[in-house]
């Protein structure tokens, strides 16, 4: 008989085994009803795997994509990261899923508001919905996870303010991002009991917190990152976020927003700082030396603020410094020599400043440097060899807009990691050094405004990664080298205003990225090569002010992409050919000053016309009526020719037509339209001298301005609008 007690307590360790796994089963089946029942609310997924299988649902979904299970077979964690979901959260049973600790669906289409019946996942330590299309206010309810530790609701559409619960309630969470929202100012007048003591990382920037400054982030004293960049903060920068306050920060954003007064010394005193981050703000003064302080710094970014004054020395003990921009900061002193002890900085921004003086040598020590951009300031000096042969690491050396002269140090070409070199608008002379045909990385060169001049070095059309060549300005001289169609990479071509001479090799017919082409103002000669036909993507063609000559091939026309063309002062002659109106992209026409006796005559495809400028020709015939569908045409310019017309009053139908020009031609008859509606509403000027008009110039035949009488048969009207 004492073998009872022993039968009594095993049924009821088995009883309670067996009601347990019940127990776990009957909920395992549950989650796996639940989870399906909100995939069939979805509009779209990739939730292939979420099927029943073996014909009952008993398996649970453990094995289904995104889901893992605990050791009884209970959902614990939902990973849906970027799984093409799109719907909302309406039909998610968040109170069956009592073990889950992770919710991920970041990076979904999914929209509508975040349930307050989220509050039902007590256990949950992590919740990222960010990068989704969610609405309306975060719920209140979110506060009442208090083991939740990592909340990421960035990057969707939620607005009004951030619950002071979140604030107060949640002392775990760590990881807070909210940016990229329409989130405003958690009211300060709440009770906030705590503020988030655990929180390390704060991410609030691009949403509507300003104008006045979250208060509460005075209190998240193990802050180590804050991002409050893009909220419209106005006023001064607070001097709570000194270090008695935030004893353990590293990262500061307060970019792009109202702050304005000078830099508080407070936050140059963070002894752990290494991003600091003021750009584009309205803080004034000068650049404190307490930024010597920082000696952890490894960002600084200051630019697009209406700073004053030098650059501090006090810069060189910043020996961590990896990124300086200081652009646009309205900078007024010589580049410290102090600046070259900064051995690890990868980046230099100080362009837009009133900075004068040579470069100091102490630059050459920037071993680490791969990008300089020192653009529109006031220095002056040569281009060091010194420089250029320890700056091998660069990729990206913007000089433009100052007053640097001598010649370009052959000792560039062993900067074999280039990728972009601006040297513009300087006072550089002598020749291109053959050199520059090393960097086989090179895709942006611009020269343009300096005082070059020799020939191009054939090497330059070595450069097969080149895709801007920008050298106008110049006093380049010979011919364009055949081997310029090896250059397949090239979008853009810039050499006018040089004395470049020869014709156009055919080899350009080979470049088949080009979409800006400008020769204007050289000295070419020769035909147009028929092969300019295949440039598809050609949206801009100049090669006015030359001396090329022959009829326009009508290859032309084959460019579906031409939008402007311009080909005045040559010798051009023959017929306009028809295929050019035919271009359906074309907005800018220009070619007067050539010798052409005819213009096309049907315009009916050319709806995107803007100007056409045709003065100066030999023009012929009848204005073409097709012009009528031209109904984008602003500039009309016929002057200087040999029309035989009556006045064109079917122009008035052209709706934004401002200038009208059909000086020196042989217009003849009276002027005068019928009355219409249209009358030339937008016309701004009106140039009919030197043609065989008869009589007056009716007041009442255009509505715009008060015509004047010039002579008796040439007349001109010109509104009082300048134009």
Same mark, same amino acid.
């Given at each position: 008989?004492?073998?009872?007690?022993?039968?009594?307590?095993?049924?009821?360790?088995?009883?309670?085994?067996?009601?347990?796994?019940?127990?776990?089963?009957?909920?395992?089946?549950?989650?796996?009803?639940?989870?399906?029942?909100?995939?069939?609310?979805?509009?779209?997924?990739?939730?292939?795997?979420?099927?029943?299988?073996?014909?009952?649902?008993?398996?649970?979904?453990?094995?289904?994509?995104?889901?893992?299970?605990?050791?009884?077979?209970?959902?614990?964690?939902?990973?849906?990261? $970027?799984?093409?979901?799109?719907?909302?959260?309406?039909?998610?049973?968040?109170?069956?899923?009592?073990?889950?600790?992770?919710?991920?669906?970041?990076?979904?289409?999914?929209?509508?508001?975040?349930?307050?019946?989220?509050?039902?996942?007590?256990?949950?330590?992590?919740?990222?919905?960010?990068?989704?299309?969610?609405?309306?206010?975060?719920?209140?309810?979110?506060?009442?996870?208090?083991?939740?530790?990592?909340?990421?609701?960035?990057?969707?559409?939620?607005?009004?303010?951030?619950?002071?619960?979140?604030?107060?309630?949640?002392?775990?969470?760590?990881?807070?991002?909210?940016?990229?929202?329409?989130?405003?100012?958690?009211?300060?007048?709440?009770?906030?009991?705590?503020?988030?003591?655990?929180?390390?990382?704060?991410?609030?920037?691009?949403?509507?917190?300003?104008?006045?400054?979250?208060?509460?982030?005075?209190? #998240?004293?193990?802050?180590?990152?804050?991002?409050?960049?893009?909220?419209?903060?106005?006023?001064?920068? !607070?001097?709570?976020?000194?270090?008695? $306050?935030?004893?353990?920060?590293?990262?500061?954003?307060?970019?792009?927003?109202?702050?304005?007064?000078?830099?508080?010394?407070?936050?140059?005193?963070?002894?752990?700082?290494?991003?600091?981050?003021?750009?584009?703000?309205?803080?004034?003064?000068?650049?404190?030396?307490?930024?010597?302080?920082?000696?952890?710094?490894?960002?600084?970014?200051?630019?697009?603020?209406?700073?004053?004054?030098?650059?501090?020395?006090?810069?060189?003990?910043?020996?961590?410094?990896?990124?300086?921009?200081?652009?646009?900061?309205?900078?007024?002193?010589?580049?410290?020599?102090?600046?070259?002890?900064?051995?690890?900085?990868?980046?230099?921004?100080?362009?837009?400043?009133?900075?004068?003086?040579?470069?100091?040598?102490?630059?050459?020590?920037?071993?680490?440097?791969?990008?300089?951009?020192?653009?529109?300031?006031?220095?002056?000096?040569?281009?060091?060899?010194?420089?250029?042969?320890?700056?091998?690491?660069?990729?990206?050396?913007?000089? #433009?807009?100052?007053?640097?002269?001598?010649?370009?140090?052959?000792?560039?070409?062993?900067?074999?990691?280039?990728?972009?070199?601006?040297?513009?608008?300087?006072?550089?002379?002598?020749?291109?050094?053959?050199?520059?045909?090393?960097?086989?990385?090179?895709?942006?060169?611009?020269?343009?405004?300096?005082?070059?001049?020799?020939?191009?070095?054939?090497?330059?059309?070595?450069?097969?990664?080149?895709?801007?060549?920008?050298?106008?300005?110049?006093?380049?001289?010979? !011919?364009?080298?055949?081997?310029?169609?090896?250059?397949?990479?090239?979008?853009?071509?810039?050499?006018?205003?040089?004395?470049?001479?020869?014709?156009?090799?055919?080899?350009?017919?080979?470049?088949?990225?080009?979409?800006?082409?400008?020769?204007?103002?050289?000295?070419?000669?020769?035909?147009?090569?028929?092969?300019?036909?295949?440039?598809?993507?050609?949206?801009?063609?100049?090669?006015?002010?030359?001396?090329?000559?022959?009829?326009?091939?009508?290859?032309?026309?084959?460019?579906?992409?031409?939008?402007?063309?311009?080909?005045?002062?040559?010798?051009?002659?023959?017929?306009?050919?028809?295929?050019?109106?035919?271009?359906?992209?074309?907005?800018?026409?220009?070619?007067?000053?050539?010798?052409?006796?005819?213009?096309?005559?049907?315009?009916?495809?050319?709806?995107?016309?803007?100007?056409?400028?045709?003065?100066?020709?030999?023009?012929?015939?009848?204005?073409?009526?097709?012009?009528?569908? #031209?109904?984008?045409?602003?500039?009309?310019?016929?002057?200087?020719?040999?029309?035989?017309?009556?006045?064109?009053?079917?122009?008035?139908?052209? !709706?934004?037509?401002?200038?009208?020009?059909?000086?020196?031609?042989?217009?003849?008859?009276?002027?005068?339209?019928?009355?219409?509606?249209?009358?030339?509403?937008?016309?701004?000027?009106?140039?009919?001298?030197?043609?065989?008009?008869?009589?007056?110039?009716?007041?009442?035949?255009?509505?715009?301005?008060?015509?004047?009488?010039?002579?008796?048969?040439?007349?001109?009207?010109?509104?009082?609008?300048?134009?």
């Amino acid at each position: 008989m004492a073998t009872t007690p022993v039968l009594v307590l095993l049924f009821l360790s088995l009883s309670s085994i067996f009601s347990s796994t019940s127990f776990h089963i009957k909920a395992t089946e549950s989650e796996a009803e639940a989870l399906l029942q909100w995939k069939a609310s979805l509009i779209s997924h990739s939730l292939s795997s979420w099927i029943v299988t073996n014909h009952s649902i008993s398996n649970g979904p453990c094995e289904w994509e995104g889901i893992r299970c605990d050791t009884f077979g209970r959902v614990s964690e939902i990973n849906l990261t $970027d799984s093409n979901l799109t719907g909302t959260l309406q039909q998610f049973n968040f109170s069956i899923f009592t073990n889950l600790t992770s919710l991920n669906l970041n990076s979904n289409k999914l929209f509508g508001t975040i349930p307050y019946q989220i509050q039902s996942l007590f256990k949950i330590t992590a919740l990222d919905l960010g990068h989704n299309g969610f609405t309306g206010t975060i719920p209140k309810e979110i506060g009442k996870l208090r083991e939740l530790q990592v909340l990421h609701l960035y990057n969707n559409s939620l607005s009004g303010a951030v619950p002071y619960q979140l604030i107060s309630n949640l002392q775990e969470v760590w990881d807070l991002d909210l940016s990229f929202n329409h989130l405003e100012n958690p009211d300060p007048h709440m009770p906030f009991n705590e503020s988030m003591t655990s929180l390390t990382h704060l991410s609030l920037n691009h949403n509507s917190l300003g104008p006045e400054f979250p208060t509460f982030v005075f209190h #998240c004293h193990k802050l180590i990152a804050l991002d409050l960049s893009s909220n419209n903060i106005a006023g001064s920068i !607070p001097t709570l976020l000194s270090p008695n $306050d935030l004893i353990q920060l590293e990262s500061l954003n307060l970019s792009r927003n109202q702050f304005e007064g000078p830099i508080p010394v407070e936050i140059l005193s963070h002894a752990k700082l290494r991003e600091l981050s003021l750009r584009d703000n309205k803080l004034n003064g000068s650049l404190p030396n307490e930024i010597g302080r920082l000696s952890n710094l490894e960002f600084l970014l200051l630019q697009n603020n209406p700073l004053q004054g030098r650059i501090p020395p006090f810069i060189g003990n910043l020996s961590k410094l990896q990124v300086l921009f200081l652009r646009n900061t309205s900078l007024s002193s010589n580049i410290p020599e102090e600046l070259g002890l900064c051995s690890n900085l990868v980046k230099l921004f100080l362009g837009y400043n009133y900075l004068t003086g040579p470069l100091p040598l102490s630059l050459s020590l920037l071993t680490k440097i791969s990008e300089i951009n020192l653009r529109a300031n006031k220095l002056s000096g040569e281009i060091l060899p010194d420089f250029i042969s320890n700056w091998t690491k660069l990729t990206n050396l913007n000089l #433009c807009d100052n007053s640097f002269f001598g010649t370009i140090p052959s000792a560039i070409g062993n900067l074999s990691n280039l990728i972009r070199i601006n040297l513009c608008k300087n006072q550089i002379s002598g020749t291109l050094p053959i050199s520059i045909g090393r960097l086989a990385n090179l895709e942006d060169l611009a020269l343009l405004n300096n005082q070059l001049s020799g020939f191009i070095p054939s090497e330059i059309w070595q450069l097969l990664n080149l895709k801007i060549l920008s050298m106008h300005h110049n006093y380049f001289s010979g !011919p364009l080298p055949s081997n310029i169609g090896n250059l397949s990479s090239l979008e853009a071509v810039i050499l006018d205003h040089n004395r470049l001479s020869g014709s156009l090799p055919l080899e350009i017919r080979l470049l088949p990225n080009l979409q800006m082409l400008k020769l204007s103002n050289n000295r070419l000669t020769g035909l147009l090569p028929s092969g300019i036909g295949n440039m598809s993507r050609l949206i801009f063609l100049d090669l006015s002010n030359n001396q090329l000559t022959g009829n326009l091939p009508v290859e032309l026309g084959k460019l579906p992409n031409l939008g402007m063309l311009y080909l005045s002062a040559n010798v051009f002659y023959g017929s306009i050919p028809n295929s050019l109106s035919n271009i359906t992209t074309l907005g800018i026409l220009d070619l007067h000053e050539n010798y052409f006796h005819a213009l096309p005559h049907a315009f009916q495809n050319a709806t995107n016309l803007v100007s056409l400028i045709v003065h100066e020709n030999r023009l012929q015939g009848q204005i073409p009526r097709s012009l009528v569908h #031209c109904e984008k045409l602003k500039i009309l310019d016929l002057g200087n020719n040999m029309m035989y017309d009556k006045f064109p009053c079917w122009l008035e139908s052209l !709706p934004v037509l401002r200038i009208l020009l059909l000086r020196s031609n042989k217009f003849y008859g009276p002027l005068k339209c019928p009355k219409t509606e249209h009358g030339f509403q937008k016309l701004q000027m009106l140039d009919l001298s030197s043609n065989e008009f008869a009589g007056y110039l009716r007041k009442n035949s255009f509505k715009v301005g008060n015509p004047c009488e010039m002579g008796s048969l040439a007349m001109i009207l010109i509104s009082k609008k300048r134009w």
